[in-house]
Protein backbone atom coordinates (compact mmCIF):
# COMPACT_ATOMS: atom_id res chain seq x y z
CA UNK A 1 0.00 0.00 0.00
CA UNK A 2 1.14 3.25 -0.95
CA UNK A 3 2.02 6.21 1.55
CA UNK A 4 -0.31 8.04 0.84
CA UNK A 5 -2.83 5.13 0.96
CA UNK A 6 -1.77 4.84 4.36
CA UNK A 7 -1.96 7.55 5.79
CA UNK A 8 -5.92 7.60 4.53
CA UNK A 9 -6.55 4.47 6.20
CA UNK A 10 -4.98 6.04 9.66
CA UNK A 11 -7.45 9.39 9.22
CA UNK A 12 -9.97 6.98 8.04
CA UNK A 13 -10.03 5.64 12.07
CA UNK A 14 -8.58 8.83 13.86
CA UNK A 15 -11.48 10.83 13.00
CA UNK A 16 -14.47 8.51 14.01
CA UNK A 17 -12.20 7.32 16.63
CA UNK A 18 -11.79 11.27 18.08
CA UNK A 19 -15.43 11.79 17.81
CA UNK A 20 -16.77 8.60 19.67
CA UNK A 21 -14.00 9.62 22.57
CA UNK A 22 -15.62 12.59 22.75
CA UNK A 23 -19.26 11.21 22.80
CA UNK A 24 -18.66 9.06 24.90
CA UNK A 25 -16.96 10.89 27.42
CA UNK A 26 -19.77 13.81 27.01
CA UNK A 27 -21.91 11.11 28.35
CA UNK A 28 -19.99 10.12 31.20
CA UNK A 29 -19.80 14.09 32.14
CA UNK A 30 -24.03 14.53 31.77
CA UNK A 31 -24.38 12.15 34.02
CA UNK A 32 -28.08 11.53 33.63
CA UNK A 33 -28.45 15.59 32.54
CA UNK A 34 -29.56 16.42 29.37
CA UNK A 35 -26.32 16.81 27.45
CA UNK A 36 -26.76 20.45 26.19
CA UNK A 37 -26.32 21.63 29.98
CA UNK A 38 -23.24 19.76 29.79
CA UNK A 39 -19.87 21.60 29.53
CA UNK A 40 -18.24 20.22 26.15
CA UNK A 41 -15.78 22.95 25.12
CA UNK A 42 -12.52 21.38 26.63
CA UNK A 43 -13.66 17.76 25.39
CA UNK A 44 -14.08 18.99 21.72
CA UNK A 45 -11.04 20.95 21.68
CA UNK A 46 -9.04 17.90 23.21
CA UNK A 47 -10.51 15.29 21.01
CA UNK A 48 -10.06 17.35 17.89
CA UNK A 49 -6.47 18.09 19.08
CA UNK A 50 -5.91 14.54 20.39
CA UNK A 51 -7.14 13.82 16.75
CA UNK A 52 -4.83 15.82 14.89
CA UNK A 53 -1.77 14.92 16.49
CA UNK A 54 -2.25 11.05 16.50
CA UNK A 55 -3.12 12.17 12.53
CA UNK A 56 0.21 13.89 12.29
CA UNK A 57 2.33 11.91 13.92
CA UNK A 58 1.54 8.89 12.08
CA UNK A 59 1.38 10.72 8.77
CA UNK A 60 5.22 11.44 9.61
CA UNK A 61 6.08 7.83 10.19
CA UNK A 62 4.46 6.74 6.93
CA UNK A 63 5.97 9.24 5.20
CA UNK A 64 9.32 8.80 6.66
CA UNK A 65 9.62 5.13 5.72
CA UNK A 66 8.36 5.99 2.33
CA UNK A 67 9.60 8.71 0.72
CA UNK A 68 7.50 9.39 -2.90
CA UNK A 69 7.01 12.25 -4.73
CA UNK A 70 3.17 12.98 -5.68
CA UNK A 71 2.81 12.51 -9.56
CA UNK A 72 -0.17 13.47 -11.33
CA UNK A 73 -2.22 10.63 -10.19
CA UNK A 74 -1.99 11.28 -6.46
CA UNK A 75 -2.51 15.36 -6.94
CA UNK A 76 -6.12 13.98 -8.89
CA UNK A 77 -6.95 12.13 -6.17
CA UNK A 78 -5.96 14.42 -3.36
CA UNK A 79 -7.84 16.89 -5.60
CA UNK A 80 -11.25 14.89 -5.92
CA UNK A 81 -11.18 13.89 -2.66
CA UNK A 82 -10.51 17.18 -0.86
CA UNK A 83 -13.68 18.35 -3.19
CA UNK A 84 -16.06 15.15 -1.64
CA UNK A 85 -15.36 16.02 1.77
CA UNK A 86 -15.71 19.93 1.09
CA UNK A 87 -18.93 19.23 -0.05
CA UNK A 88 -19.76 18.09 3.20
CA UNK A 89 -18.49 20.82 5.19
CA UNK A 90 -20.35 23.27 3.01
CA UNK A 91 -23.63 21.35 3.39
CA UNK A 92 -22.76 21.13 7.43
CA UNK A 93 -21.87 24.53 7.80
CA UNK A 94 -25.51 25.40 6.29
CA UNK A 95 -27.15 23.20 8.80
CA UNK A 96 -25.10 25.03 11.49
CA UNK A 97 -26.52 28.65 9.89
CA UNK A 98 -29.58 26.91 9.60
CA UNK A 99 -29.53 26.23 13.97
CA UNK A 100 -28.10 29.85 14.70
CA UNK A 101 -30.93 31.20 12.60
CA UNK A 102 -33.28 29.51 14.52
CA UNK A 103 -31.80 30.50 18.07
CA UNK A 104 -30.66 26.90 18.58
CA UNK A 105 -28.27 27.00 21.79
CA UNK A 106 -24.50 26.61 20.54
CA UNK A 107 -24.17 23.59 21.77
CA UNK A 108 -26.45 21.45 19.52
CA UNK A 109 -24.78 23.72 16.72
CA UNK A 110 -20.91 23.22 17.73
CA UNK A 111 -21.79 19.38 17.87
CA UNK A 112 -23.47 19.76 14.28
CA UNK A 113 -20.40 21.45 13.24
CA UNK A 114 -17.66 18.84 14.26
CA UNK A 115 -19.99 15.94 13.43
CA UNK A 116 -19.91 17.66 9.85
CA UNK A 117 -15.54 17.77 10.07
CA UNK A 118 -15.74 14.18 11.42
CA UNK A 119 -18.22 13.32 8.45
CA UNK A 120 -16.16 15.08 6.14
CA UNK A 121 -12.68 13.60 7.02
CA UNK A 122 -14.25 9.96 6.83
CA UNK A 123 -15.55 10.40 3.36
CA UNK A 124 -12.53 11.92 2.19
CA UNK A 125 -10.22 9.77 3.68
CA UNK A 126 -12.91 6.80 2.11
CA UNK A 127 -12.59 8.53 -1.68
CA UNK A 128 -8.89 8.43 -0.94
CA UNK A 129 -8.34 4.74 -0.41
CA UNK A 130 -11.21 3.90 -2.83
CA UNK A 131 -9.50 5.95 -5.92
CA UNK A 132 -6.20 4.54 -4.66
CA UNK A 133 -7.48 0.85 -5.37
CA UNK A 134 -10.13 0.57 -7.92
CA UNK A 135 -8.78 4.13 -9.84
CA UNK A 136 -10.06 7.61 -10.15
CA UNK A 137 -13.30 7.76 -11.92
CA UNK A 138 -13.51 9.02 -15.91
CA UNK A 139 -16.00 12.37 -15.82
Not at 55 to 72: C, E, I, M, N, Y
Not at 80 to 93: E, F, K, P, Q, S
Not at 105 to 117: D, G, H, M, V
Request: no cysteine.
Amino acid sequence: MEARAKTAAVLLGVAPAAWITYLALLVMRADGAPLSTTGYVDLVLWTIGGGIVVAVATTLVVHTRDRQAADARDREIEGRADAMGNAIVVLGALVALALALADTPSFWIANALYLTFVLAGVLSAAARLGFYRVGVPGW
